[in-house]
Each structure stands twice: as structure tokens, then as C-alpha cells.
């Protein structure tokens, strides 16, 4: 499936769009403050999207749940959205036998999610949401508690600048961006 660019962004150039994509997610996350579904938004607002997906994303923040054990929501987020346009749809996939086109699309869906997988870690070093926590911030927070949450807040989590969740919002959902381009995934 092609993503289609939504009205207002159909005339962007290449460069265009990929700095919108940024600006989108850093400032979802700004004032929303969940990686992942921040992520979504940022290409929920520029690509027809169905609604459902940005809301499927909302727990998906902080390690998974706030629990800040796992992978970055802007990551999870990130791998939605590439597996929503490139992704293997149910219709291929099979109760009674293996097919090869349904595992050419898992293929080319895994391949993909890789490539974002591989920018964090070339970015950050890690894609583990505690762990960039502490080179951000010199130490992890836990979001599920209020006053964690409080520092994590004061210490800059959601402001622009590269020491934020904004920023990192902002790559991934760039790079979605590029590489939905790169697939030639987007209807221009």
C-alpha cells in the first residue's frame, strides 16, 4: 500500500517533508509526551492514516508502559507506522500453508524495521529507552511515578533541543519519512 501525503504536504520537496516529519513528532511529544504515539501523529498528520493506529500506539512510551525496561516508544512507534504501508497484510498470511509471497512481504517488513533499528543504534547506541535516558539525562526515570516523572520533566525530557524525547520523536519520525520516500512508499 502507498502512503498518500495529505493535502497541505502534497507540494513539499523531499527536504521539506523530512524536516515537517521532525518538527511534527518533536512537538507531539512536547505537549502529548508519548514517544511512540507522538511518533504515529507526526505521520498520522501527514499521511492518510486511519485513526485507530495513532490510539493503538498510546502505551507503547517509555520502555513499554512507563516501565522504562524495554525498546524507545519513538522506535515502536517508528516500526508501526513502516509496517503499516510495507507491512504483510492478513490476507496473505495462511491457517493451511506456507506460501512464498507471504514470506516475501514478512522479509521485506523485517528488513525495514531493521533499517530504523540500526539508526538508533548508530544514533544513540542503544534502543533501549532507559539506557538513552541516561546518556540524555545522566540517569533513567520512572515514568510511573509522579515525582520521577516531575525530574525527568525538569530536566529538559520535553523541550526542543538534542538532550530531549522531542528530539529523538523528531528523528524517528523523520527517518520514517526517508525511508517510506527511499521504498518509494509515498504517493507524491
Wanted: aromatic share 8%.
Amino acid at each position: 500500500m502507498k502512503a498518500r501525503l495529505r493535502g497541505k504536504y502534497s507540494g513539499m520537496s523531499r527536504e521539506q517533508l523530512l524536516e515537517q516529519a521532525y518538527e511534527l513528532g518533536g512537538k507531539f511529544e512536547q505537549y502529548n509526551q508519548s514517544c511512540s504515539q507522538s511518533t504515529v501523529a507526526a505521520m498520522h498528520e501527514m499521511l492518510e492514516i486511519d485513526d485507530v493506529v495513532v490510539k493503538v500506539a498510546t502505551s507503547n512510551a517509555g520502555g513499554f508502559g512507563g516501565q522504562n525496561i524495554g525498546i524507545c516508544g519513538a522506535l515502536i512507534g517508528g516500526t508501526m507506522i513502516l509496517d503499516y504501508f510495507l507491512g504483510r497484510p492478513v490476507q496473505i498470511m495462511s491457517l493451511t500453508e506456507t506460501k512464498q509471497e507471504n514470506l516475501d512481504q514478512l522479509s521485506l517488513a523485517v528488513g525495514v524495521a531493521g533499517e530504523l533499528y540500526h539508526r538508533f543504534v548508530k544514533e544513540y547506541g542503544t534502543v533501549i529507552c532507559p539506557h538513552i535516558q541516561v546518556q540524555l539525562y545522566g540517569r533513567q526515570y520512572f515514568m510511573r511515578d509522579e515525582d520521577e516523572t516531575a525530574k525527568m520533566v525538569a530536566a529538559g525530557a520535553h523541550t526542543y533541543g538534542p538532550k530531549s524525547c522531542c528530539h529523538i520523536v523528531g528523528n524517528a519520525a523523520r527517518w520514517v519519512m526517508e525511508m517510506l520516500l527511499d521504498k518509494d512508499a509515498v504517493e507524491r
